[in-house]
């Protein structure tokens, strides 16, 4: 289990992130060959209930903040305890981020570790804030990391969403590549989407891929990055 009363956070953030019990697996996000691993997702799994309940929790109680820094920190002790060598990809409410005084505490306790290593997933829930985008986007820039949006095709992430946050990736939905080998209207919309982000300079993610045809379709179709069960489950 993850703690955090060594951090050095504020006395009353401190307080909250103590009453979390929850750990953190990593899923592999993969280049074209499906082998070489290109950055690791952080997902939270509390102990004693699911993340979807933790997370229903703490909106309701209007503590979603607790869980960004819980999960910024957490997931960073997590990844270094791991020793892995790629990217890091830690989840990251749209409608908060860490405040500077956090923010700064973050970049003293990891230090210069983090430069380069990390992408930050903007969700899809609950609701887009355009200027904590606009401050993580200056953080993640000055450290020389990646922001990239989750989830596209589902919830707030569209076409016009991704137009305002200028990300460095777009992670494709289950939704729109769920038996894309057998679905021409699936493999005409993701051809587009593919051409379109490339234009932009944005790598694509295709994820939630669950069968060996999708895959292939898919690295025919020229996404850059693959994630899902068909090739490595959260571990």
């Known amino acids: 289990m993850i703690y955090y009363d060594h951090l050095p956070l504020d006395k009353d953030i401190l307080k909250a992130l103590g009453e979390l019990s929850i750990n953190y697996v990593f899923q592999p996000i993969f280049k074209p060959d499906g082998k070489t691993v290109y950055a690791w997702e952080a997902l939270m799994r509390p102990t004693e209930m699911t993340v979807t309940e933790l997370i229903s929790d703490y909106a309701k109680r209007d503590k979603l903040h607790i869980l960004e820094v819980a999960t910024f920190f957490g997931a960073m002790q997590s990844y270094f305890l791991r020793g892995y060598d790629q990217r890091v990809s830690i989840n990251s409410f749209p409608s908060d981020c860490m405040r500077s005084e956090e923010?700064?505490?973050?970049?003293?306790?990891?230090?210069?570790?983090?430069?380069?290593?990390?992408?930050?997933?903007?969700?899809?829930?609950?609701?887009?804030?355009?200027?904590?985008?606009?401050?993580?986007?200056?953080?993640?820039?000055?450290?020389?990391?990646?922001?990239?949006?989750?989830?596209?095709?589902?919830?707030?992430?569209?076409?016009?969403?991704?137009?305002?946050?200028?990300?460095?990736?777009?992670?494709?939905?289950?939704?729109?590549i769920s038996g894309i080998d057998h679905i021409s209207e699936k493999q005409d919309n993701v051809r587009k989407l593919v051409l379109d982000f490339h234009s932009k300079d944005i790598l694509v993610v295709a994820e939630g891929i669950e069968e060996k045809e999708e895959f292939e379709c898919l690295a025919d179709l020229g996404a850059d990055l693959f994630q899902g069960f068909y090739l490595a489950r959260p571990a």
């Open 103 to 176: 923010a700064d505490a973050f970049l003293e306790y990891f230090g210069e570790e983090i430069r380069g290593r990390m992408i930050i997933e903007n969700l899809e829930y609950p609701y887009f804030s355009l200027t904590h985008w606009v401050t993580k986007k200056e953080s993640v820039e000055f450290m020389d990391n990646l922001l990239a949006a989750d989830d596209f095709g589902s919830g707030i992430n569209d076409l016009e969403r991704v137009r305002i946050m200028s990300p460095d990736i777009v992670k494709l939905d289950r939704e729109l």
